[in-house]
């Protein structure tokens, strides 16, 4: 049973609003806890096609195979192949697809991926383990400063990215910056105290931005939502949850774009985000948005 507590779930339920026998997409199944919500409501034979990038993750979700039999259907693919994934399954009608971007509790703290900085790992970060692929080791040691400088500016929105940025230089001239623990210490050398003290780890914004640029994750998310769109039937539901500012502008200006064109219908003009009582019980879901929409 999952680790992971599902963020927005009524939420998600109301805006995709599964009926009996409707099909769903879940794009990021995670450890399942939104496929269940919607598995329970589109019995007795409506399906869930659920993806994860992550293998382990996958086999995380296999209770749900065992609970909803021929119902579910699991791939272990990234869901910027969207369009294929669903050909291949031959999976149709597709009445919802839901996005729940980023990483889930499990992937934090439960692998040996180094997402946490909490514990002392390889400097790995990449969702699945296909070798050849950038990690964030390859990241900190070979990349120019003024590259990592940007992503830690960009994708972590870190205030002291360029003096974390210069230290990685300096340290990784006296050998390789191999674990989750060293990369910390240097992100401490480079911070003033008080930052030391702040409401979030000091390190937080320096891994979120490396997570998002080994697995290219705002591209990917450019990638999937057309492909979400062109495969939702008529008056099927998109719902998308993001964590971060720039995703969030990402799905916001897709989905204004396209409402112009007449493809789909706005359902949610400002975001929805957790209500106090969620806020209080899952640290996940303060940073939550949701953007929904129905294909005409
Ligand atoms: N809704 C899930 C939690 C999702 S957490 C639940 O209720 O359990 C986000 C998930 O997205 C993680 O499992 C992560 O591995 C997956 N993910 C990240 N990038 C992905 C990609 N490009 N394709 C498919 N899954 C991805």
Redesign the pocket.
Known sequence: M?I????LKKEVLEYLNPKQNENFV???????????DILNKTGPDGKVLG????PQ?II??HWLEAIYKDRTILVN????NLKEIISNKNFQPVNGI?L?????S??LEGTHKGFSFQIDQGLDMR??DVTGYLTAEKIVNEWPEEKIEEILREYGEEKFSRKIAKNIIEQRKQGRIKTTFGLIEIIKDATPSTYWRGKIHYATRTFQALRIAV???LE?LKK?LPQAISALSPEGRLVV?SFHSLEDRIVKNFLSEESKKGTIKILTKKPITANRDELGKNQRARSAKLRAAIKI
């Open positions: 999952p992971h507590t599902a963020v879940d794009c990021t199944v995670g450890e399942g806890g939104h496929s269940e993806i994860d990038l992550d993750q995380s979700s693919d990234s869901y910027a839901l729940d971007l980023g990483m889930s499990a992937q969702y699945n697995n290219d994750e990917n999937v949850i």
